[in-house]
């Protein structure tokens, strides 16, 4: 007979789920048949480089900043959170099926275009094939699907993906998708507790009006709807402005990415490394 503390069991049980949400991934539908997933499972100090890089970007993107809040405070915690990762390379087809819905009038121009132009983009590289990215999406879901049957809370996010393709994780891959498991507690990916102490109160509002400014708009019949950014909204009306960015903010967006291109730097030569060794 033993004794085992609910909190190890539970520990031990994240880490099994995350085996179980691989499989599910691997096992989900394809419209295609032909879509390669890779998967990794992420933990402990792995995660640390990843970490890292999403600090570094976070000032110039809100919603990074809250995923990095997330998986900070949980490893710092040494709670078992684990990165599910999920990843494929979209940029190229082999149907022939010219569907055009890539935007590209057969699968021939669309393979032309992304081997010439291709890049990482800012969550995933592009141009991607939509039906490939309808297998790589049922195979996220899937995986969160598993998670959920065994009550372990699952996200998905395309910003801790980036940030594990930044630092080296998945190179031959040009889309990601971290989907964090664990660590037991209620709703912790959605309700975020953990951050709302994290940023100050109007910090967390600034964010949300410039990530989803149409959650705060007026209705729209005027054509030009104000924003309820603040309790008494109709005395003073302020509306979203389109504009370039003024000399001050490029140059703090060009700072922030010097030092994320460093984060990177130090690196991805360790993690690439892992996948020569192969």
Known sequence: MARIKGGDAAREAVHQAAGLAAVA??????????????????????????????????????????????MKYFREKNAPLVCVLIGARLDRSELNWDCGGCGFPTCAE???????????????????CLWKVQDFAAACDFACAAASQYRV???????????CGGVGYQPECTSRIAVLLGPPGDFIFFSR???????PIEQHIQSLLRTSPTHWQAFPGSTKPCLKAKDDWWNEMEYVKWEPMSDAEMGFVNETMGKVQQVAMKHVPNITA?????
């Open 193 to 199: 507790r953990q951050n709302r102490d994290a940023f």
């Open 110 to 128: 669309f393979n032309q275009y992304a081997k010439d132009n291709g890049g990482p983009g800012t969550l995933f590289g592009g141009p991607s």
């Open 153 to 163: 809370d699952a996200r998905p996010m395309g910003t801790i993906g980036a940030a």
């Open 274 to 278: 892992w996948y020569k060794e192969e």
């Open 25 to 70: 991934a691997y096992r989900a539908p394809q419209l295609t048949g032909r879509l390669d997933i890779q998967i990794e499972i992420i933990t402990g100090e792995d995660q640390d480089p990843i970490i890292e890089f999403a600090g570094a970007l976070a000032p110039i993107s809100p919603v990074m900043a809250f995923d990095y809040q997330t």
